[in-house]
């Protein structure tokens, strides 16, 4: 069945270092896939999306790219920032699968000052 | 609404309780899904609807657990003689149609004592 692997935490980087949570992916078919994240104490937000290979999701200067040859949708953000401190969730959906979202067991950074 | 709401954020439930756990989609949406938030972990599909209709039901954990959309729009999860693995967030989802963007709601902690 589908399913989603994501790097393992917790993330711990100091203000202004390069992020890079790995995922990857196991799925029938061309899934969509997902970055969501979750805030202290608030619920899942959508960070951002790709629904075909090679398509880039983009949101808040974090990035992911659709790698379809190493089924890979690594989040990507060049300078992190004390507010970007959360859990963060990859995730994908497929239309084999009545496009409900599998997720991975999340990632949990924490950006120190 | 503006979002998916949920209903009880909060509850605590005795041992061999029966809990209703209620879930307002957005306005219009088909899609309808149900998530299982344990501590610690991501969230894992329970059941989906489409409008009314159940389509998926292969991650309710066991037959204590049963979901309703009767009309469409509101739905209902229903956990039967509450154990205390019960207890986690249980997070409602939607979608405007099958394959679009899914918004969660703010989840319904359950704590089973």
């Known amino acids: 069945g589908n399913s989603v692997t994501q790097m393992e935490g917790p993330v711990t980087l100091s203000e202004e270092a390069f992020l890079t949570i790995n995922c990857t992916y196991t799925?029938?078919?061309?899934?969509?896939l997902f970055w969501y994240v979750q805030y202290p104490g608030e619920g899942l937000q959508l960070l951002l999306k790709?629904?075909?290979?090679?398509d880039k999701g983009s949101n808040k200067g974090f990035e992911a790219t659709y790698r379809k040859e190493t089924t890979s949708f690594h989040l990507e953000k060049g300078s992190v920032q004390v507010s970007d401190s959360a859990v963060y969730f990859c995730?994908?959906?497929?239309?084999?699968?009545?496009?409900?979202?599998?997720f991975g067991a999340g990632t949990r950074l924490t950006v120190k000052p | 609404g503006a979002g998916v709401s949920q209903s009880p954020r909060y509850k605590v439930a005795k041992r061999g309780q029966d809990v209703a756990l209620r879930c307002d989609p957005i306005?219009?949406?088909?899609?309808l899904f149900w998530y299982q938030q344990a501590l610690g972990q991501g969230p894992e599909f329970l059941t989906y609807?489409?409008?009314?209709?159940?389509?998926?039901k292969s991650g309710l954990p066991s037959d204590r657990f049963f979901a309703e959309r009767p009309e469409g729009s509101v739905s209902t999860l229903k956990i039967q003689r509450t154990q205390q693995e019960d207890s986690a967030v249980y997070l409602c989802?939607?979608?405007?149609?099958?394959?679009?963007?899914?918004?969660f709601g703010e989840g319904s902690w359950l704590t089973v004592v």
């Open positions: 989802a939607s979608s405007v149609l099958p394959g679009n963007t899914i918004y």
């Open positions: 995730a994908l959906s497929s239309r084999d699968n009545n496009n409900d979202m599998r």
């Open positions: 790709a629904t075909k290979a090679d």
């Open positions: 306005s219009g949406h088909v899609s």
């Open positions: 609807f489409q409008n009314e209709a159940q389509l998926d």
């Open positions: 799925a029938t078919g061309y899934p969509s």
